[in-house]
């Protein structure tokens, strides 16, 4: 009887997607690539489904788009329309999408462009600009499943503060994307609206848990997307699928009345942010969200403008450099990116120093305790409710048969002082590069993967990963584009040595670039807590300095 009720939601809201997908942006059959075609980014420009205006516009940045609304040469209504079609295609093609509301954000653009017409003036500095949400954030009258059968059909009675403020500015909304259950993986699948292809490779994961978000904004069917981050879920999807995206400290972007696991839990907390195509789009978001003063709204929220002036950078920048973590290695693509941006900060007169953050495995630790404190107990509950299994990961790492017991009290706030004691030796290390620097300044930022592999095929999981330190210890972080995988010269070296027994399981893991083919490559910029307009101009200065080889 579970079973059938699980799977007899999952239907219902499968068939309810499908069904506001309009007949005339279903892509007929005989143009649908098929199953053995793996390379589907260039769907919309090769196969004449979309015509050349459609193409402008959805090929446009976000900070573009805005402009070219307020200048009054794009309608927000053409703006909208063109990107829900390439969303209803991008569903098709690679299932990234979970809510669609495609009628009602092209109502609202409708009335965006009479207000232009009356007014002459925008609204707000977002005026007629799509952006989709993570399935996390409330839209209402629409579900939040976050990728459970037991939230279906629970639609969400208001927004989340976000939602509002972003709509005061003028944003449109018109689709949510997809996630794995629990938030809590690297790949976005779930038993309602299954899993996310990568469209460079639809074998491969576009990541989790922002992994829907990163889909659409690669496939140019969003412009910006909201994702969130509590240990690599904006920083992973964005570094596998070529975006710029920034994972902030706590307190910066409001998270009220957003769908959640782990509420109540505050010892690591997830954060959301934007992940978007330029480094534009990030200040965009970022100091449009500031200026609305989410304080007002959201006691969570620190009282701070943008600041315009930490934008400001010296023009000689000292990075932090670290290749793997002391513990384990990058694979050979993810090496090779590193060594492209060292080349280029190092050309362009920029400093580098190696810092290995050695308490990687410690902080890993830390952190999978707060995430497993109450023994599974939640996504057990969740699950259990209609009878739908956990995935095969989060199973064997928490669920019925995994064994974890739920940590007394004590153990947890001897946890968090752990967590305390190490970023007061991270903080002091950090600190004392000045004395490495010809800046006299400690290291602006560290540079180094996300992950030690790129995007992965499906099912994989993730033997090991570089992302705990930024949530654990609240540090802002951003991501750029650099380079993806070549089939000849990211070969495993044959003389290529382990340093321990995990860095030969991660190797191992990757093999072959073959087994990556088409994945993009990202590296993450982290600096310290709340440096967000830091590493929104570092982002500007990647992306001038370093660019992309592809």
Not at 227 to 248: C, M
Not at 276 to 286: K, T, V
Not at 436 to 462: C, E, K, N, V
Request: a negative charge.
């Amino acid at each position: 009887m579970g079973e059938q009720v699980w799977k007899y939601i999952a239907a219902q809201k499968r068939g309810e997607r499908l069904s506001k997908i309009p007949a005339e942006w279903r892509i007929p059959s005989d143009s649908l690539p098929s199953p053995e075609n793996k390379f589907v980014q260039d769907f919309p420009k090769t196969s004449g489904f979309f015509t050349e205006r459609e193409l402008q516009l959805t090929e446009a940045m976000a900070s573009e788009v805005v402009a070219m609304i307020a200048s009054g040469e794009w309608t927000a209504t053409e703006v909208i329309t063109a990107v829900c079609k390439r969303a209803a295609v991008a569903q098709q093609l690679i299932n990234c999408v979970t809510e669609i509301c495609f009628q009602e954000g092209i109502e609202r653009a409708k009335k965006l462009d009479e207000y232009f017409r009356r007014e002459g003036k925008t609204i707000g500095p977002l005026h007629g600009l799509p952006i989709s949400l993570k399935d996390q954030f409330n839209l209402k009258g629409l579900d939040s499943t976050i990728g459970y059968c037991s939230h279906a059909n629970k639609p969400a009675e208001t927004n989340s503060t976000l939602v509002t403020l972003l709509a005061e500015a003028g944003a449109i909304f018109y689709v949510k994307s997809n996630v794995p259950a629990t938030l809590m993986m690297g790949e976005s699948i779930n038993n309602i609206f299954g899993r996310t292809l990568n469209p460079r490779n639809r074998e491969l994961t576009t990541g989790g848990s922002s992994g829907g978000e990163s889909a659409l904004v690669t496939f140019r069917a969003s412009f910006l997307g909201v994702g969130t981050d509590i240990g690599g879920s904006i920083r992973h999807p964005s570094s596998y699928t070529g975006l710029y995206a920034l994972r902030p400290s706590h307190g910066r972007v409001t998270y009220q009345n957003v769908a959640n696991t782990y509420l109540g839990q505050e010892a690591v907390r997830s954060c959301a942010g934007p992940m978007c195509r330029s480094p534009e789009d990030i200040r965009l978001f970022m100091s449009t969200l500031a200026g609305m003063k989410p304080w007002l709204y959201d006691p969570q929220c620190l009282p701070l403008p943008w600041r315009a002036e930490e934008e400001q950078l010296p023009s000689k920048l000292s990075f932090g450099f670290a290749m793997g973590d002391g513990y384990v290695t990058p694979s050979p693509p993810l090496r090779r990116a590193m060594d492209i941006t060292k080349a280029k900060l190092r050309a362009a007169g920029h400093e580098i120093i190696e810092f290995i953050p050695y308490e990687m495995p410690l902080a890993t630790r830390i952190i999978y305790k707060m995430w497993e404190a109450d023994g599974g107990y939640e996504f057990q509950r969740d699950t259990d409710a209609t009878g739908e299994p956990l995935q095969e990961f989060v199973e064997t790492w928490v669920g019925h048969s995994s064994g974890v017991k739920p940590q007394t009290v004590f153990e947890t706030w001897q946890n968090q002082h752990q967590r305390s004691l190490l970023a007061e030796k991270f903080l002091r290390r950090w600190q004392s590069t000045a004395t490495q620097t010809s800046t006299g300044r400690p290291i602006d930022a560290l540079i180094m993967p996300s992950t030690p592999f790129p995007a992965i095929r499906h099912g994989g999981g993730y033997p090991w990963q570089y992302g705990v330190m930024c949530p654990l210890l609240d540090l802002t972080a951003g991501v750029f584009p650099v380079t993806k995988v070549d089939l000849e010269m990211d070969r495993v070296p044959e003389d290529w040595q382990p340093i321990s027994e995990k860095d030969k399981e991660v190797m191992d893991y990757y093999g072959k670039p073959e087994n990556h083919e088409g994945a993009l490559i990202g590296l993450t910029l982290t600096a310290r807590r709340l440096e967000e307009e830091k590493v929104t101009a570092m982002l500007h200065l990647m992306r001038d300095v370093v660019g992309v080889d592809y």
